[in-house]
């Protein structure tokens, strides 16, 4: 079947944010060790950028290692940064190809020097491009980035130049690392589990949200497409009524 066909090219998502879920547990129904889970995700990162890129995405977000991943074992982290360091390598003339501007949120000041240097410099060489938009979360956690942003809100109150009255909304979405990009329309999260696990909360307040059971190495184009054509068959009100909204 071919899923484009039902695909309202007119109301595609601007936003799309993934919560990458199930490499490891992929990699253990396999019989294999959780690395080959992590390689195999890579794999798919590759095919669902390339997809939404064909289609017309502006910003695909990746949820690709919070904070608390850094409290996984040692042998692991070394492994998915080594890993990242590749593939930054690999995908970069990819990245070119296909027009894809790379940019990242998280507290990437903890990577380690290396791995850093490298995802700046994809960074750089893509900053002029101006296909679609992806986001690395990287050592990335929406408390951290809220808890950031109240210090960065109350460092300019003690130097004068914020006034509690001034504080709203937009100022706080404009102290966000997303402050550049439009809020996700659709979040998707793969393997079955229905946690939100630390991801752009004040981001996510009115995105629409789809679960799936696939784990994230089985999810294919068809997938994302499947995701989309649901999206599209939602009323998204904003909260209000029906009938304001199809005025």
């Given at each position: 079947?071919?899923?484009?066909q039902q695909?309202?090219?007119?109301?595609?998502?601007?936003?799309?944010?993934?919560?990458?879920?199930?490499?490891?547990?992929?990699?253990?129904?396999?019989?294999?060790?959780?690395?080959?889970?992590?390689?195999?995700?890579?794999?798919?990162?590759?095919?669902?950028?390339?997809?939404?890129?064909?289609?017309?995405?502006?910003?695909?977000?990746?949820?690709?290692?919070?904070?608390?991943?850094?409290?996984?074992?040692?042998?692991?982290?070394?492994?998915?940064?080594?890993?990242?360091?590749?593939?930054?390598?690999?995908?970069?003339?990819?990245?070119?190809?296909?027009?894809?501007?790379?940019?990242?949120?998280?507290?990437?000041?903890?990577?380690?020097?290396?791995?850093?240097?490298?995802?700046?410099?994809?960074?750089?060489?893509?900053?002029?491009?101006?296909?679609?938009?992806?986001?690395?979360?990287?050592?990335?956690?929406?408390?951290?980035?809220?808890?950031?942003?109240?210090?960065?809100?109350?460092?300019?109150?003690?130097?004068?130049?914020?006034?509690?009255?001034?504080?709203?909304?937009?100022?706080?979405?404009?102290?966000?690392?997303?402050?550049?990009?439009?809020?996700?329309?659709?979040?998707?999260?793969?393997?079955?589990?229905?946690?939100?696990?630390?991801?752009?909360?004040?981001?996510?307040?009115?995105?629409?949200?789809?679960?799936?059971?696939?784990?994230?190495?089985?999810?294919?184009?068809?997938?994302?497409?499947?995701?989309?054509?649901?999206?599209?068959?939602?009323?998204?009100?904003?909260?209000?009524?029906?009938e304001q909204?199809?005025?």
């Amino acid at each position: 079947m071919d899923y484009t066909q039902q695909i309202d090219k007119d109301r595609l998502p601007r936003h799309i944010a993934i919560i990458m879920d199930g490499n490891g547990r992929w990699a253990k129904k396999q019989g294999l060790a959780r690395m080959f889970g992590h390689k195999q995700g890579v794999q798919t990162v590759h095919n669902i950028t390339v997809a939404a890129t064909k289609l017309g995405i502006e910003y695909l977000t990746l949820y690709t290692f919070s904070t608390e991943n850094w409290n996984r074992p040692k042998e692991e982290v070394d492994a998915l940064m080594t890993l990242l360091v590749d593939t930054i390598a690999k995908e970069t003339p990819t990245l070119m190809e296909n027009n894809v501007r790379l940019q990242t949120i998280g507290d990437i000041s903890r990577l380690p020097e290396n791995t850093r240097a490298k995802f700046l410099g994809c960074i750089d060489q893509t900053s002029r491009n101006t296909g679609l938009t992806m986001v690395i979360a990287l050592s990335y956690s929406a408390r951290w980035e809220i808890t950031a942003a109240v210090q960065e809100a109350v460092r300019r109150a003690q130097a004068g130049t914020l006034r509690a009255e001034e504080v709203n909304e937009q100022l706080v979405s404009s102290l966000m690392t997303t402050r550049e990009m439009p809020d996700p329309d659709l979040l998707i999260r793969t393997s079955g589990e229905y946690r939100i696990s630390n991801f752009l909360l004040w981001q996510l307040a009115y995105s629409e949200l789809y679960f799936t059971d696939c784990l994230w190495p089985e999810f294919t184009e068809e997938e994302l497409y499947k995701a989309i054509i649901d999206y599209q068959k939602r009323e998204r009100r904003f909260g209000k009524t029906s009938e304001q909204v199809s005025k």
